[in-house]
């Protein structure tokens, strides 16, 4: 053992081998034992690559040219094999789905130990601690694959912890949470830095990692430290429009230019019915248990839905069932009246648009141009409109320069704004979104469904997302699913004002939803923070 | 994420073989069985194929569509290449041909009793093969996957690859239903494919690339994964589970020997085995 700091940065840049700029530029940083570093900045400023030099998977899986100093313990990361740094530090990736090699949880658990040739009863014996520490011992013989999103992340967490690092990176890990699991897992973290443990967690979610005091926090913008100090620092300094910062701060920041209420195109006033669930019931198989327990809604000309719900709350499957992707098991789903059972998906798909949770699964033209043409083009829309439509799409996703790039060349948070933007230029009268904002910025998000949301042409919006605020700010009903049913239905400010509810969702009230509900008599409505500016 | 074939304990028979006799048995037999094209030969290993699977407790539900796919593969593999051409035959079927009949027009053709009797044999054959190993994926334990391939003499990273390799099919078919999903929610639709067989190709374009392109990225951060959790450390690797061969399994092994080598010598030494034809059957 050394006494030496677990991390010092000193003067780091990196820039890929095919890029033309750096990456990251002249980082300089320490973290003690038992601190919690966040690190936070936009899409595309670095944050990644940090964290790949940190764990060597800069230079060793990924080229290009690494300047400064980066110590472990005090000694050089260069002078270390990847597997001993593997030793000192663990890294959680973004999706655990993409972590996750183990077919069983306790195979997966077992694997990081199995490498290091450990005797199999002390395997056996580090596996059941750190399953008991993160009270996910009941998991040990569940596949892996069936997991929740928070168990899948918690799993892939004891994967790493089983093997004892010292310091722990933390890439984006409450990205797929609900935002019950995302509290568990930060309450978790913070008690494995007061164990002794060094962390550095990467986060768009800045409000929620603030809750549990980091040590310190890195902002960076465009690969270089734009702050590095304590919390209450980046709140005075950081653009609140960039990242997400509690609403008290970002009203009392707002106050000298509050800004307007946001207003949408679309007025939820009880107009004609669009999908209609009657009893729906579904089961992906018969010796499975059911997904959707007896769902009634009817969404209406005029709706802007937001579904809350915990992983695994049956969201998804139920916004399926609108499209025809799913036909249920009892029950009737009628789009414009007509049963899904009895049309075909491509027929449905010139009334609903639903762009699917990840972009990766259905992006493949050679251009981001043809790739928004396919949609319309698929529908039979004339040349000239679909040309329209294109470039309108992409506008609204702000990514105009990027047309003519390959698809799959863009980053993952562009990919999937092109993924938004190639079913809005189907210019289906029904929109559905399934997780929007994950994996993207907070500029980038409020901008785009500010766009979408003020954009004439659609008669209903809905999106699935564990992003309260989004809810609070953009729907004028909610919907919340628990166990495959609707538990409640209504305007934002009746249904996110029982807590009781929203505890059986997993949904946790944010700063901005208590700051609404506390001017609800002054504003009538739910807005967001800069906008209640005016009435503080 | 890799995900596994729909695994579930039975108590049957069959899992009650250590896993590594049964690929050494399944692998033998396949050697055995190539070396026959004597139908009589091959419905004693269709037999014992049959009796393999009975005791499986598989049930019709669980593997029709693997079982849909394997006839598919069988048509166009002995419809097409045995009894509409006889590319797939051997040269005993085109040697001493009896003609059953014969047409001129539209095309010419000649179906003849040894084609067709050679077609039988390639149902009782590949039935026999597709048999004995279609039985794996549903009853062999996904966690035993590695342990069995190193158990078998491969080193602890191929054994580990393989275990992956066998996880990819479920995976590679799980992700071609959500991008066939995804494209459908675009208004493609896959039944419609128009044109000649490039422009086919060309409109499976939405299909492929997205499945091609999320397995090489997909992989690309397991591997990282992987790497990260030491996996290219070059030590000794612990596996989790330990194999025990039993008596059951030494006596598996040493049949499935025994007929391997009896199979090598009927045809070579005793020139029985080959291609056999019934004949009441020849004029």
């Given at each position: 053992m050394t006494d030496a700091q677990p991390l010092v940065v000193r003067d780091l840049s990196f820039q890929y081998t095919r890029r033309d700029t750096p990456a990251i530029q002249s980082l300089n940083f320490t973290l003690n034992p038992g601190e919690i570093l966040l690190l936070a900045g936009s899409s595309g400023c670095g944050k990644t690559t940090l964290i790949r030099c940190i764990n060597g998977l800069i230079p060793h899986a990924y080229s290009g040219t690494l300047q400064g100093v980066i110590e472990i313990f005090g000694k050089s990361i260069q002078e270390m094999c990847l597997a001993e740094i593997s030793n000192e530090i663990g890294t959680v990736l973004q999706d655990p789905d993409r972590q996750i090699v183990g077919s069983f949880v306790l195979n997966e658990v077992a694997f990081g130990l199995e490498n290091l040739g450990l005797p199999r009863e002390e395997i056996f014996q580090r596996v059941n601690d750190v399953m008991d520490y993160l009270n996910i011992g009941f998991l040990k013989d569940r596949e892996t694959f069936q997991l929740s999103g928070g168990e899948k992340q918690k799993v892939a967490l004891a994967g790493v912890l089983a093997m004892r690092p010292r310091i722990l990176l933390l890439d984006e890990p409450l990205a797929s949470l609900d935002p019950a699991s995302a509290r568990e897992a930060l309450s978790i973290f913070r008690k494995l830095a007061d164990d002794g443990i060094s962390i550095i967690l990467v986060e768009h979610r800045v409000e929620d990692v603030l809750a549990i005091h980091p040590e310190q926090v890195l902002y960076l913008e465009d690969g270089k430290q734009v702050y590095y100090g304590d919390a209450p620092g980046l709140l005075e300094c950081v653009d609140y429009s960039q990242i997400k910062l509690p609403a008290t701060i970002v009203m009392e920041r707002s106050r000298g230019t509050p800004m307007e209420p946001f207003t949408s195109s679309l007025q939820g006033k009880d107009g004609e019915a669009l999908v209609e669930f009657e009893d729906v019931h579904f089961r992906y198989k018969e010796d499975l248990p059911e997904v959707l327990t007896g769902v009634n809604c009817t969404i209406h000309k005029g709706d802007i839905i937001a579904i809350l719900g915990h992983n695994g709350a049956g969201k998804t499957t139920l916004v399926k069932h609108a499209l025809g992707l799913l036909k249920p098991t009892s029950g009737t789903v009628r789009l414009q009246g007509a049963d899904t059972r009895k049309s075909s998906i491509a027929q449905n798909a010139h009334t609903i648009g639903y762009v699917f949770q990840s972009p990766t699964q259905m992006l493949f033209a050679q251009t981001v141009r043809s790739e928004l043409a396919f949609g319309p083009e698929n529908l039979g829309h004339p040349k000239e409109q679909v040309a329209q439509d294109t470039e309108w799409a992409i506008k609204t996703v702000h990514l105009e320069e990027e047309m003519?790039?390959?698809?799959?060349?863009?980053?993952f948070g562009q990919q999937k704004r092109v993924s938004i933007a190639a079913i809005l230029?189907?210019?289906?009268?029904i929109l559905m979104m399934d997780e929007p904002t994950a994996g993207q910025d907070y500029w980038n998000y409020m901008a785009f469904m500010d766009s979408i949301l003020q954009m004439p042409g659609f008669d209903s919006i809905l999106f699935i997302t564990h992003d309260v605020d989004l809810a609070v700010v953009y729907a004028n009903r909610i919907l919340l699913v628990d166990k495959g049913k609707i538990i409640a239905d209504g305007k934002p400010h009746e249904v996110l004002a029982e807590e009781e509810r929203l505890n059986q969702a997993r949904i946790l009230p944010t700063s901005l939803l208590k700051l609404n509900l506390e001017k609800l008599p002054l504003t009538g409505r739910f807005m967001r923070a800069e906008a209640l500016a005016q009435f503080a | 994420m890799v995900v596994t074939f729909g695994y579930k304990q039975r108590n049957s028979l069959v899992e009650t073989f250590d896993p590594r006799a049964r690929w050494i048995f399944s692998i033998l037999s396949l050697f055995t069985i190539v070396n026959f094209w004597d139908i009589r030969f091959l419905l004693y290993f269709l037999l014992i194929s049959v009796v393999q699977y009975s005791f499986t407790r598989l049930t019709w539900k669980e593997t029709k569509r693997a079982w849909r796919f394997i006839f598919f593969l069988m048509f166009i593999m002995i419809?097409?290449?045995?009894?509409?051409?006889?590319?797939?035959?051997?040269s005993d079927v085109t040697a001493n041909p009896h003609v059953l009949f014969a047409i001129e027009k539209p095309i010419r053709f000649t179906m003849t009793i040894e084609r067709l009797w050679f077609a039988l044999t390639q149902v009782v054959r590949v039935l026999s093969i597709t048999m004995l190993f279609i039985v794996v994926p549903f009853t062999m334990d996904p966690r035993q996957y590695g342990i069995t391939f190193k158990g078998m003499g491969l080193g602890d990273k191929l054994a580990f690859t393989m275990d992956l390799a066998f996880r990819f099919v479920p995976t590679l078919a799980r992700d071609f239903g959500t991008t066939m999903d995804a494209q459908k929610a675009r208004g493609y639709e896959l039944d419609n494919l128009k044109g000649n067989i490039f422009k086919k190709i060309a409109r499976m374009a939405p299909i492929m690339i997205p499945v091609t392109m999320n397995s090489l990225l997909s992989g690309e951060d397991m591997v990282n994964a992987m790497d990260l959790r030491g996996f290219s450390t070059s030590g000794k690797r612990t596996w989790l589970y330990t194999l025990k061969y039993r008596k059951r399994d030494i006596a598996l092994i040493a049949y499935s020997v025994v007929v391997l080598i009896i199979s090598i010598i009927l045809p070579r030494v005793f020139h029985i085995g080959g291609f056999w034809v019934p004949p009441f059957l020849i004029p």
């Amino acid at each position: 053992m050394t006494d030496a700091q677990p991390l010092v940065v000193r003067d780091l840049s990196f820039q890929y081998t095919r890029r033309d700029t750096p990456a990251i530029q002249s980082l300089n940083f320490t973290l003690n034992p038992g601190e919690i570093l966040l690190l936070a900045g936009s899409s595309g400023c670095g944050k990644t690559t940090l964290i790949r030099c940190i764990n060597g998977l800069i230079p060793h899986a990924y080229s290009g040219t690494l300047q400064g100093v980066i110590e472990i313990f005090g000694k050089s990361i260069q002078e270390m094999c990847l597997a001993e740094i593997s030793n000192e530090i663990g890294t959680v990736l973004q999706d655990p789905d993409r972590q996750i090699v183990g077919s069983f949880v306790l195979n997966e658990v077992a694997f990081g130990l199995e490498n290091l040739g450990l005797p199999r009863e002390e395997i056996f014996q580090r596996v059941n601690d750190v399953m008991d520490y993160l009270n996910i011992g009941f998991l040990k013989d569940r596949e892996t694959f069936q997991l929740s999103g928070g168990e899948k992340q918690k799993v892939a967490l004891a994967g790493v912890l089983a093997m004892r690092p010292r310091i722990l990176l933390l890439d984006e890990p409450l990205a797929s949470l609900d935002p019950a699991s995302a509290r568990e897992a930060l309450s978790i973290f913070r008690k494995l830095a007061d164990d002794g443990i060094s962390i550095i967690l990467v986060e768009h979610r800045v409000e929620d990692v603030l809750a549990i005091h980091p040590e310190q926090v890195l902002y960076l913008e465009d690969g270089k430290q734009v702050y590095y100090g304590d919390a209450p620092g980046l709140l005075e300094c950081v653009d609140y429009s960039q990242i997400k910062l509690p609403a008290t701060i970002v009203m009392e920041r707002s106050r000298g230019t509050p800004m307007e209420p946001f207003t949408s195109s679309l007025q939820g006033k009880d107009g004609e019915a669009l999908v209609e669930f009657e009893d729906v019931h579904f089961r992906y198989k018969e010796d499975l248990p059911e997904v959707l327990t007896g769902v009634n809604c009817t969404i209406h000309k005029g709706d802007i839905i937001a579904i809350l719900g915990h992983n695994g709350a049956g969201k998804t499957t139920l916004v399926k069932h609108a499209l025809g992707l799913l036909k249920p098991t009892s029950g009737t789903v009628r789009l414009q009246g007509a049963d899904t059972r009895k049309s075909s998906i491509a027929q449905n798909a010139h009334t609903i648009g639903y762009v699917f949770q990840s972009p990766t699964q259905m992006l493949f033209a050679q251009t981001v141009r043809s790739e928004l043409a396919f949609g319309p083009e698929n529908l039979g829309h004339p040349k000239e409109q679909v040309a329209q439509d294109t470039e309108w799409a992409i506008k609204t996703v702000h990514l105009e320069e990027e047309m003519d790039m390959p698809p799959l060349a863009l980053s993952f948070g562009q990919q999937k704004r092109v993924s938004i933007a190639a079913i809005l230029a189907m210019r289906s009268r029904i929109l559905m979104m399934d997780e929007p904002t994950a994996g993207q910025d907070y500029w980038n998000y409020m901008a785009f469904m500010d766009s979408i949301l003020q954009m004439p042409g659609f008669d209903s919006i809905l999106f699935i997302t564990h992003d309260v605020d989004l809810a609070v700010v953009y729907a004028n009903r909610i919907l919340l699913v628990d166990k495959g049913k609707i538990i409640a239905d209504g305007k934002p400010h009746e249904v996110l004002a029982e807590e009781e509810r929203l505890n059986q969702a997993r949904i946790l009230p944010t700063s901005l939803l208590k700051l609404n509900l506390e001017k609800l008599p002054l504003t009538g409505r739910f807005m967001r923070a800069e906008a209640l500016a005016q009435f503080a | 994420m890799v995900v596994t074939f729909g695994y579930k304990q039975r108590n049957s028979l069959v899992e009650t073989f250590d896993p590594r006799a049964r690929w050494i048995f399944s692998i033998l037999s396949l050697f055995t069985i190539v070396n026959f094209w004597d139908i009589r030969f091959l419905l004693y290993f269709l037999l014992i194929s049959v009796v393999q699977y009975s005791f499986t407790r598989l049930t019709w539900k669980e593997t029709k569509r693997a079982w849909r796919f394997i006839f598919f593969l069988m048509f166009i593999m002995i419809f097409v290449n045995t009894i509409v051409t006889s590319a797939g035959t051997i040269s005993d079927v085109t040697a001493n041909p009896h003609v059953l009949f014969a047409i001129e027009k539209p095309i010419r053709f000649t179906m003849t009793i040894e084609r067709l009797w050679f077609a039988l044999t390639q149902v009782v054959r590949v039935l026999s093969i597709t048999m004995l190993f279609i039985v794996v994926p549903f009853t062999m334990d996904p966690r035993q996957y590695g342990i069995t391939f190193k158990g078998m003499g491969l080193g602890d990273k191929l054994a580990f690859t393989m275990d992956l390799a066998f996880r990819f099919v479920p995976t590679l078919a799980r992700d071609f239903g959500t991008t066939m999903d995804a494209q459908k929610a675009r208004g493609y639709e896959l039944d419609n494919l128009k044109g000649n067989i490039f422009k086919k190709i060309a409109r499976m374009a939405p299909i492929m690339i997205p499945v091609t392109m999320n397995s090489l990225l997909s992989g690309e951060d397991m591997v990282n994964a992987m790497d990260l959790r030491g996996f290219s450390t070059s030590g000794k690797r612990t596996w989790l589970y330990t194999l025990k061969y039993r008596k059951r399994d030494i006596a598996l092994i040493a049949y499935s020997v025994v007929v391997l080598i009896i199979s090598i010598i009927l045809p070579r030494v005793f020139h029985i085995g080959g291609f056999w034809v019934p004949p009441f059957l020849i004029p």
